[in-house]
């Protein structure tokens, strides 16, 4: 036995008696909760039970300090005493920290958003069925212990906030709840979700995940469009009206961030909208252009498109093929046509689209296959 490994297994000694102890229960019952694949850590360290306990004595807020506790079964200022069934309290607890280290802690300068009482729910939909119910206390509990930000909202309720992204939380208990809208945008999720879902299936089958987890850290994409797009919110006009549904879409995870051009139209096709808003999206897209430095012009969505072999006209066969795209609209498709037979290699793109064959152009300088689109009223033609 290596000197890690009888390092371990003596905290696991350690932490079994301190938790049979706090529990009254049997230690050969606590250490198979200590041993079990679901309380190693799945985003991180193991959940030390010693720590646990220290946590409901030492802790600023919710600890006892020697007099009565101030955390109970049913929350803050509760009453109601812990219920430890002897079999898998330590390991819900172990579950309910991985969970909350799933989120990315708030600063140190931001005040604690995320209620107590909702976090449980979501903690026993994500959980179930390993860990079914969560109490609102042990949900504290585990979240003190863990150095989250905790605080009072005043009042003498039972239920604290929590120190984790407001935003986070909304995009998993809309992906875990019932009877809740699914987020369509990704730039919300915990960056330890995916994970997390992973390493509870796998546990549960009896796998001791060896990998630790890192927190990826945090690369922040250039998003030049939607940079801009946010800043009109206060204008008295049509891109006023469509920067407010978009930051609203972001923040609700309506819709993704549409770093681009290409990308706001992208997530035009993909909600309900006017006519009107998509009027006002070109304009928006057109002012962008103008005054961004060197601007990508947009390629649009490939929809199909088929191959064709083609005898020839004499000097051998070849191949004929056609591709679509979306236009801007969406009403109509971008068409290329490739005749790729010897003596006549002929290539074409064109807007098979009233609307958007009026509202944009071609960018000039490049080939067929690369063609790309600027609104047309950036030269004036419009």
Known sequence: ?????HSQNRELQQDARAWADFTGTKYTAALRQMSSPLAQGLLGKRVSARRLIATLNDHELIGG????????????????????????????LALISDLLRMYTPISDA???????YSLKHTAEWFLSPHCSYVSNGRLIWAAAALGLPVADPGGDGPNLLIGVLERE?????????????????????PA??????????RAAAGELISNDWVRPTLVEEPA??????IMQVSRDDAVGDLAGDYSAGVRGSDHGIARTPAEMLSIFHEVSHSS?????????????????????????????GDTHDHGGWGAGAGTT?????RCPCGDGTIVEEHDNVPGFREHDVRIACDKCRAEWHFAEGRGIRDWALEPAAMSGTL
């Open 321 to 325: 093929e056609r591709i679509e795209f």
């Open 1 to 5: 036995m290596t000197s890690s490994n």
């Open 65 to 92: 300090r020697g007099g009565n506790p101030m955390l109970g079964e049913n929350g803050y200022r509760s009453e109601a005493l812990w219920n430890f069934n002897g079999e898998t309290d330590f390991i819900e």
């Open 192 to 201: 330890g979700y995916a994970h997390l879902q992973s390493a509870l299936a």
């Open 110 to 116: 931001v005040s604690p958003e995320v209620g107590s």
């Open 224 to 229: 030049p469009f939607h940079d801009w797009l």
């Open 276 to 304: 009107e808003a998509y009027d006002a999206v070109v304009v928006a897209i057109t002012e962008w252009m103008r005054t961004a430095p060197s601007p990508t012009p947009i390629r649009t969505e490939r929809l199909g």
């Open 169 to 189: 939380h909304n995009y998993v208990r809309r992906m875990v709840g019932s009877e809740q809208t699914r987020p369509h945008g990704e730039h919300y999720r």
